[in-house]
């Protein structure tokens, strides 16, 4: 009679944990108005625990089965919502993941972005698709931006016969250090080097700034978003990081296999200042485009590059027309491959 009991209780406690699984607890999300968010916990790693954070808005029609998971870039969050009502507005839930020590998944003591191996996002990406298919969604879109976008390719190579996403969209990928050759062959090796032998040590940021004030409505962009999450100057970097992000570009640069269909953009130019342009609104000032538009073409056998005239470097967080055309291809694109009505 013991033993009976004892195998009820365990199999009432499995019942109980799945239904909490499908039934997963959201909140409003402070940052971006209408949007909900819920946190997944990833465990522990080498400095001690971590999260991400899952944020969600659902169409309007409950029907809806369509839906894309957007990663986001390097000292990043997600906050761009205009982009997310575009989703939306075609049919689709929209989700998106802000990764462990990063925008909304920051713990306190943890260094922004410290990771020794991209792999480690896998594991935000796997629950987060997890979440999305068990909230009835069939047919899926991974979204990455910039180093985003770099850790998308890496997980759909990796994922290769698992996958549980139908099309990936690139927004000016990570393919590339946007440094001289010299830099590239002599301080880049240097530093990747030091990231596998002392991981934890910390060095400056590039000082991207001018990109920056050209997004925040503070200086003289149009967007309104948390300069605490996503400030103008990036915060100290790990030797860690710089050792993860070399082998994911290397992996890139060698060529990957990509089995589902792959849709990169990018801006048609990039720019290289120290000091306030007006070109920064019309161009990459973050990556050499032609380094991505180069890698991009031994990813996959469908892959489908357009570099876009006058993007930025977040093509959504472009001047209005210009953002209105990467929405207009981004949505033609993936017409051939979403589900028949």
Same mark, same amino acid.
């Given at each position: ?6 195998v ?6 499995? $019942?109980?944990?799945?239904n909490?699984? =499908? ?5 409003? @999300?402070? &940052? ?7 946190t997944l @916990?990833?465990?522990?790693?080498y400095?001690?625990?971590?999260? !991400? ?16 998971? #957007?990663?986001h870039?390097?000292?990043?969050? $997600? $906050? ?18 802000d =990764? ?7 713990? %306190? ?8 191996n991209?792999v480690?996002y ?21 979204? *990455?931006?910039?180093? *985003?976008?770099?850790? !998308?390719a ?6 290769i016969? /698992?996958? /549980?996403?139908? !099309? ?5 990928? $990570?393919?590339a ?5 010299? &830099?590239?062959?002599?301080?880049? %090796?240097?530093?990747?080097?030091? *990231? ?10 590039? @000082?991207?700034? +001018?990109? *920056? ?9 149009? +967007?309104?978003?948390?300069?605490? &999450?996503?400030p103008?100057i990036?915060p ?5 990081w ?7 570009? /290397? ?21 290289n200042?120290?000091k +306030? ?18 890698? !991009? ?17 977040? &093509?959504?967080?472009?001047?209005? %027309? ?14 051939? #491959?979403? %589900? /028949?009505?």
């Amino acid at each position: 009679m013991i033993k009976k009991l004892g195998v009820i209780i365990l199999i009432l406690t499995s $019942f109980l944990s799945v239904n909490a699984q =499908l039934k997963r607890e959201y909140v409003p @999300d402070s &940052l971006c108005q209408g949007f909900q968010k819920t946190t997944l @916990d990833m465990g522990n790693d080498y400095n001690g625990r971590v999260v !991400a954070t899952l944020v969600r808005k659902l169409a309007p029609d409950t029907t809806a089965r369509k839906a894309v998971l #957007y990663i986001h870039g390097y000292n990043d969050y $997600f $906050f761009q919502t205009e982009m997310a009502e575009e989703y939306i507005k075609h049919g689709y839930n929209f989700y998106a993941v802000d =990764l462990r020590k990063n925008g909304r998944s920051i713990l %306190p003591g943890q260094v922004r972005g410290d990771v020794r191996n991209l792999v480690e996002y896998y594991n935000e990406i796997d629950e987060a698709l997890n979440i999305i298919h068990r909230e009835k969604n069939s047919f899926v879109v991974l979204n *990455g931006h910039s180093m *985003g976008g770099l850790i !998308a390719a890496l997980y759909a190579e990796d994922r290769i016969g /698992k996958e /549980k996403f139908d !099309a990936v969209f690139l927004n000016s990928p $990570f393919f590339a250090w946007n440094l001289s050759p010299i &830099l590239r062959a002599t301080i880049l %090796p240097i530093a990747a080097s030091e *990231g596998a032998t002392r991981p934890e040590k910390t060095r400056k940021a590039s @000082d991207v700034s +001018w990109y *920056g004030e050209s997004l925040h409505k503070n200086f003289k962009g149009e +967007w309104d978003y948390s300069l605490t &999450l996503k400030p103008l100057i990036a915060p100290d970097i790990t030797y860690g990081w710089i050792h993860a992000v070399n082998d994911g570009i /290397k992996r890139v640069q060698a060529g990957l296999h990509i089995a589902k269909p792959v849709l990169v953009m990018h801006s048609d130019r990039s720019i290289n200042t120290k000091k +306030w342009n007006d070109d920064l609104f019309n161009a990459d000032a973050v990556l050499n485009v032609e380094d991505i538009h180069k890698y !991009a073409r031994n990813i996959s056998t469908n892959v489908k590059i357009i570099g876009i005239t006058g993007g930025m470097h977040d &093509l959504v967080l472009s001047r209005k %027309p210009v953002r209105d055309q990467v929405y207009s291809q981004l949505f033609d694109y993936l017409k051939q #491959y979403e %589900p /028949k009505k």
